[in-house]
């Protein structure tokens, strides 16, 4: 991921990464059971054409990310690849799909938009088993959001977090034209804007404001996440780093937001 030193735009520096000791799991009979009726059995693949320099090939598995800072490099190399139309499509091939139907050991959660432009095992070149994604509009959180959020961290030593917003996004346009308007939006939607709201800046006009909220909502959303508790006690000890990031629907890069 690139470094967000001038907001969104251009290309930036790559991240500084973060750096931590190697995340332990807990051994205790209440985490195996959980771990092991929550552990998927099955996955379905689909195929699509590549573009020509893209490779068809899936490599074995090798040493899994176990910092923040190797799981952010290996996001960043993955949405290098993205942008340049060498996709790996990584860990799909039936070794590595028996693996998964025992356990499962992903190195980063990604909280991302419903967006169906943004799905991130694509943007970052990941394949079965890499990431533990949550998605809901607007990255909106909710009970079940933070639990998801919290088994991956807690229950599988997860690393890292990454809250990906991105340019364009239509659940905070609605919610900012519905704060303008003060009109109501129907059944279900109002309350993600309800959700959205406190992140609206005030401070731009227009476009501008839609977007200038799409990067106040990811801080917003990263900072009640690393306000809890539990994943506040990880971030202390280096062994969990929870980061905020845009993707660029125009360049497709996904940039660190400070």
């Not at 942008?83 to 499962?104: D, G, S």
């Not at 731009?204 to 801080?219: F, K, L, P, S, Y």
Request: proline content about 7%; glycine content about 10%; some cysteine.
């Amino acid at each position: 991921m690139n470094t967000d030193s001038a907001a969104h735009r251009g290309a930036g520096r790559e991240p500084h990464p973060f750096a931590g000791p190697r995340p332990t799991t807990g051994g205790t009979a209440r985490r195996t059971l959980l771990r092991t009726a929550l552990t998927g059995a099955a996955a379905l693949g689909l195929t699509a054409a590549r573009p020509a320099g893209a490779t068809t090939s899936a490599p074995a598995a090798g040493p899994r990310p176990s910092t923040p800072q190797e799981a952010l490099a290996e996001l960043a190399a993955g949405n290098r690849r993205w942008r340049a139309f060498r996709e790996r499509h990584p860990h799909e091939n039936p070794e590595i799909r028996r693996t998964l139907a025992t356990a499962q050991h992903p190195f980063a959660v990604v909280l991302g938009c419903i967006d169906s432009r943004v799905p991130p095992e694509l943007v970052f070149d990941q394949g079965l088993g890499d990431l533990m994604t949550v998605r809901t509009a607007g990255e909106v959180l909710d009970e079940a959001v933070l639990g998801s959020v919290a088994y991956g961290v807690l229950e599988l030593g997860i690393p890292l977090v990454v809250v990906l917003g991105h340019q364009s996004c239509g659940a905070v346009r609605a919610a900012v034209e519905a704060e303008q308007s003060g009109g109501r939006l129907p059944a279900h939607i109002q309350y993600l804007a309800d959700q959205i709201s406190p992140a609206i800046d005030h401070s731009a006009e227009g476009d501008a404001r839609i977007d200038a909220t799409v990067d106040a909502n990811v801080r917003l959303v990263r900072s009640r996440l690393a306000a809890e508790p539990d994943l506040a006690a990880k971030i202390s000890t280096g062994r969990l780093a929870i980061v905020g990031a845009r993707y660029e629907l125009t360049s497709q890069a996904v940039h660190r937001l400070a």
